[in-house]
């Protein structure tokens, strides 16, 4: 039985399962309307609007739990052109009439042929729609280099690799554009992953720094980074996309290779499916133990000084952004 259906990327797949299984469903856990998903880490069916509040629903809340944005501040929101940036944007646009606050796009074009002028379209396409202003920043000319001349000899980690850079260039222009925080679209899934790649690596220090409002150490340069989406699943985001029916990039990366993410990631899914709900419970698990290392390591002290090469934040001497850019084989040629 094949249904005309658009041109989804794999990714999206998990997400039009929740939205077949509303078939089983009679109605709406909230009205009496036909079910359109399910979500099967609550055992609820959802019609589209009622989803769409949900959705919207916990965004708010996770804003307003962990006090992520405060009246007046000027939030800088990180895009990639996907689907989980660009339902942010959405999302923390509407939250601007209730909560009155400034934002500003940013998106770095890491000068992949095809995969950025896609992900640039659809990034000035929703900001225009939206009326957001968008800064558009070059890989290129904020390094010297290309990604791809960077990932040279460095493939099998060059997410790591240009997520470093990334966060780099981002804290450095939410600086100069006087931002007060740095929104990111980092999702319940890469929450629950980080969480059990920081135990499984065993840096307990990492795992008290990465919450949900990171750079809690004042004054030493780090634009804080904010993540109001770390209650939805990917899953989610991506129901919200297709409801929504917004443009957005639906390829990844080519070159996003992180073998270590990609085994926790599709070993997470696979706990997931057996038994929904798990990766709420990491969430939910992992800020208990946060809030215990957290004293643990404010007592012992996080030291933070500047790079003696670029100034920017940095727990040595030199930062990790200059330390990777001098030993990258492109500088070395
Ligand atoms: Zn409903
Ligand atoms: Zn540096």
């Known amino acids: 039985m094949k249904s005309k259906k658009p041109n989804y990327s794999v990714k999206m797949l998990p997400a039009l399962r929740e939205i077949e299984r509303a ?3 009679r109605k709406c856990h909230k009205c009496e309307k036909k079910p359109a998903v399910f979500l099967s880490h609550s055992q609820l069916y959802f019609c589209k609007n009622h989803f769409l509040e949900y959705f919207e629903r916990t965004f708010m809340r996770t804003v307003r739990d962990f006090s ?17 940036s660009t339902a942010l944007l959405y999302c923390l646009s509407s939250l601007k009439k209730s909560l009155p606050f400034k934002l500003t796009a940013f998106i770095i074009d890491v000068g992949v042929p095809g995969y950025c002028t896609n992900s640039l379209k659809c990034a000035r ?26 990932i040279k000899g460095r493939e099998e980690d060059s997410c790591s690799f240009c997520g470093v850079i990334r966060r780099h260039i981002m804290n450095r222009q939410a600086k100069l554009l006087k931002a007060d925080k740095i929104a990111v679209a980092h999702n319940l899934d890469d929450f629950a992953q980080t969480t059990l790649m920081n135990i499984m690596r065993n840096e307990p220090a990492r795992l008290a720094r ?28 991506s129901i919200y996309a297709i409801f929504k029916n917004f443009s957005y990039n639906p390829e990844s990366c080519p070159y996003s290779k992180n073998a270590f993410r990609q085994i926790v990631r599709k070993t997470l899914n696979e706990i997931e499916e057996k ?16 809030k215990a290392l957290q004293e643990k390591y404010s007592k012992q002290g996080l030291k933070i000084c500047k790079c003696k090469h670029c100034s920017e934040p940095s727990a040595h001497e030199k930062c990790k952004f200059c330390e990777m850019t001098e030993s990258s084989p492109a500088f070395n040629l």
């Not at 501040?73 to 990180?78: A, C, F, P, R, S």
């Not at 750079?215 to 899953?235: H, M, N, Q, W, Y």
């Not at 038994?275 to 946060?290: D, H, M, S, W």
């Open 23 to 25: 078939k089983n469903g």
């Open 210 to 237: 990465f919450g949900l409002m990171s750079g809690i150490v004042d004054d030493c340069g780090f634009v804080s980074r904010i993540k109001p989406f770390a209650r939805l699943s990917e899953v989610e985001t």
């Open 275 to 290: 038994y929904p709900g798990t990766k709420k419970r990491i969430f939910a698990g992992c800020l208990v133990v946060q």
């Open 68 to 84: 992520l944005i405060k009246k007046g501040e000027h939030i800088l929101i990180g895009l990639s052109g996907g689907k989980d």
């Open 125 to 150: 396409a929703s900001c225009q729609k939206l009326s957001i202003p968008l800064k558009i920043v070059s890989f290129k000319e904020e390094t010297g280099k290309t990604l791809l001349e960077f």
